[in-house]
Every structure is written in structure tokens, then in C-alpha cells.
């Protein structure tokens, strides 16, 4: 971690340029990306600070999410699905996304499926804010990923790291969006941040499966 720090203080000064793309809302407790949406962008839901006993409780549904396929994939089948995705959840990779207890997993979904996508960040300090864009962008990314991916099916703005150092006492940054699943592919859940992506390589695969697959394609 501590062999970390300069490139942490050289990733908080990419993330929140002067005049960049990212800027923090008047309430101190979110920050927003101008990345250019359509008409069919997912609808931003609930966007707070929550406790840790709250962030338990995000915990939880996070590690208990879909359907394990393998080391690296999970399944989420249904017509109504809830996924629940931990931006450096504690005691997991730094810089990384978990849910279902696997890092950076394969997501899989089935196409119409009715998504409820939940981020919450529990990173810690300078440049640690985090967010999630699911593009069918591929890999490898650049340090910056520009204002206008193909094909945005979820797009959750930049949220602070938590408050403190400390995780009882810390308050922690959460926001859920809602999207369909029309168009069957392969997407990429990304940290839009600036270098998080590229030096960390905090993304991971989304599928949408065809009407009628239940399992995760392979790689």
C-alpha cells in the first residue's frame, strides 16, 4: 500500500484537473462527469452518504450477488435483476471492484433483463474517488477516457472516497441507477477516473447474454 502513495497523489491530480471533465456538486458529497448521455441513459436513482452500518448492509447484498460460474464469472438471471458493486471493498485488491466476493468478476445478465446497479466507494485517500461507466469501450484504455464511449448502458458519476480513515466511524458514498438490458454483447464496467483504468486496470467484463442463455460465455 505504501509503495502506492506517490502514484495516489499523481492519479488525485488527474482525477480533478482545474478545468477537466469531473467537478464536485455544491453538497460536498458526490462528484459529476459532463460525459454526453442519450435519451436512453439509465435513470439515477438514490445518490447519498451512508453509514458504515448502512455500508454493511451494501456489503452483504454485494457478496451474496448471482450466481457463481466459475473463478471469474457470475451469473444474474431473471427478468429483475439487483447487483451490487463495492469499489475497494475492504480486505480486497486496492483499486479494484467487487461483488459476489470475486474481483473484477465476468457479469452476466440476460438480455431485457431489468437492472438495479448499486456502487458504493469505501476507498481511502488522495485520488480515491471512484465511479462506473459500462460502455462496450474496449480494453486497453487510455489515462483519460474521453466524453463520449459507444454504446453507455449504465453510467454511475464519480463519488468521493469515504470520509475517514477509519471504516466504523467513515461515511461512504453510494449510487444506484436502473437500465435495461436490450441489446445482447459484450461491455466493460470501467472506473472513469483518469489512470485508474489504465494503471490498475479497474474494469471488468459485462455480458448480455441472448434471450434464452443461462450461462456466461467464456472469454
Not at 464496467?189 to 489504465?198: E, Q
Given at each position: 500500500m505504501n509503495s502506492r502513495i506517490p502514484i495516489r497523489i499523481a492519479l488525485a491530480a488527474l482525477a480533478f484537473p482545474a478545468a477537466g471533465a469531473y467537478a464536485t456538486t455544491s453538497g460536498g458529497d458526490a462528484a459529476t462527469h459532463m460525459m454526453t448521455m442519450t435519451?436512453?441513459?439509465p435513470v439515477s436513482v438514490a445518490s447519498s452518504r451512508i453509514s458504515w452500518t448502512q455500508?454493511?448492509?451494501v456489503?452483504?447484498?454485494?457478496?451474496?450477488?448471482?450466481?457463481?460460474q466459475g473463478r471469474r464469472a457470475l451469473m444474474?438471471?431473471?427478468?429483475?435483476v439487483a447487483i451490487a458493486l463495492i469499489a475497494?471493498?475492504?480486505?480486497?485488491?486496492?483499486?479494484?471492484?467487487?461483488?459476489?466476493?470475486?474481483t473484477n468478476p465476468t457479469v452476466c445478465v440476460s438480455q431485457g433483463a431489468h437492472v438495479t446497479?448499486?456502487?458504493?466507494?469505501?476507498?481511502?485517500?488522495?485520488?480515491m474517488a471512484h465511479g462506473l461507466v459500462i460502455t462496450s469501450a474496449k480494453p486497453p484504455y487510455p489515462a483519460r477516457l474521453g466524453q463520449h464511449l459507444p454504446h453507455v448502458l449504465a453510467d454511475i458519476p464519480v463519488l468521493p472516497p469515504r470520509s475517514s480513515a477509519r471504516l466504523q466511524t467513515a461515511r461512504y458514498a453510494e449510487k444506484t441507477v436502473r437500465f435495461v438490458a436490450w441489446r445482447p454483447g459484450t461491455y466493460y464496467?470501467?472506473?472513469?477516473?483518469?489512470?485508474?483504468?489504465?494503471a490498475f486496470r479497474m474494469y471488468g467484463r459485462f455480458v448480455v447474454c441472448p434471450a434464452g442463455l443461462k450461462t456466461c460465455p467464456r472469454s
Open positions: 435519451s436512453t441513459s455500508g454493511q448492509t456489503l452483504r447484498e454485494s457478496q451474496v450477488a448471482g450466481v457463481h444474474f438471471q431473471g427478468k429483475r475497494h471493498a475492504p480486505r480486497y485488491p486496492d483499486m479494484s471492484f467487487e461483488t459476489g466476493g470475486l446497479l448499486k456502487m458504493m466507494n469505501m476507498d481511502y485517500g488522495p485520488g464496467y470501467i472506473c472513469p477516473v483518469p489512470g485508474h483504468a489504465l
